[in-house]
């Protein structure tokens, strides 16, 4: 089975600095995994995605994550928090890019 | 705008009712599912259709039940309402199952 664990519900981080959201999967085949974001009232929006191939996946937004087989991690990080950074995001899991598995959430705060 | 549209998008509704949520995917997506995103249980994966036929199952009740009609919208019925069934309840499509999958803005029940 495929689980996803996201460290920390709540991650507050000053305009200007280094954004880092963890996310630790879990699963007996190679996975596909994925970085979603959502706005207040919004939907889910894909940030990044790794299938196959390089492991650091540049995402929108400036974020990017890296797959780090041999620690099962898939940490979301961008360089620079901006202030419309703010929303909640979704670590996922798949077999391919069939039904996502989703982690329970990082709500992202940055203050100016 | 992911192109997935999601009707309607606030519904409030008594217990014991039954409600129709529908989903009409991007153009010329093949693939549609549907997610629940409740405060308790986060996000889970409930039904996938793909071309009409019901691909895979998630956690879904059996008072929930689904359809992907013939021009590829697909309906969400859920039936004997209960409190606990109010939540956020997104669709998604993808042209295929194995391909990226993009999310409506979700239709927000809630069951009084």
């Known amino acids: 089975a495929q689980s996803v664990t996201q460290l920390g519900s709540h991650v507050s981080v000053s305009e200007g600095a280094l954004v880092l959201l963890r996310c630790n999967y879990s699963?007996?085949?190679?996975?596909?995994l994925f970085w979603y974001v959502q706005y207040p009232n919004q939907g889910l929006q894909l940030l990044l995605k790794?299938?196959?191939?390089?492991?650091l996946v540049k995402g929108i937004n400036g974020f990017e994550a890296e797959f780090k087989k041999s620690e099962t991690s898939f940490h979301l990080t961008k360089p620079s928090a901006h202030m419309s950074d703010a929303a909640e995001y979704f670590c996922?899991?798949?077999?391919?890019?069939?039904?996502?598995?989703f982690g329970t959430g990082t709500r992202l705060q940055v203050f100016p | 705008d992911s192109g997935v549209t999601q009707t309607p998008k606030h519904l409030i509704t008594a217990t014991g009712q039954r409600v129709t949520l529908r989903c009409s995917p991007r153009?010329?997506?093949?693939?549609v599912y549907w997610y629940q995103q409740s405060l308790d249980q986060g996000l889970q994966f409930l039904i996938q259709?793909?071309?009409?036929?019901?691909?895979a199952k998630g956690n879904i009740l059996e008072r929930f039940s689904a359809q992907q009609f013939p021009d590829l919208h697909s309906e969400l019925n859920l039936s004997s309402l209960e409190l606990g069934d109010s939540a956020l309840y997104f669709c998604?499509?993808?042209?295929?199952?194995?391909?990226?999958?993009?999310f409506g803005q979700g239709t927000r029940l809630t069951v009084v």
């Open positions: 998604a499509s993808s042209y295929t199952p194995n391909t990226e999958a993009f």
């Open positions: 699963s007996s085949v190679p996975p596909y």
């Open positions: 790794y299938t196959t191939g390089a492991t």
């Open positions: 996922a899991v798949s077999r391919n890019t069939d039904k996502l598995i």
């Open positions: 153009s010329g997506d093949l693939s």
């Open positions: 259709y793909y071309n009409g036929e019901e691909r």
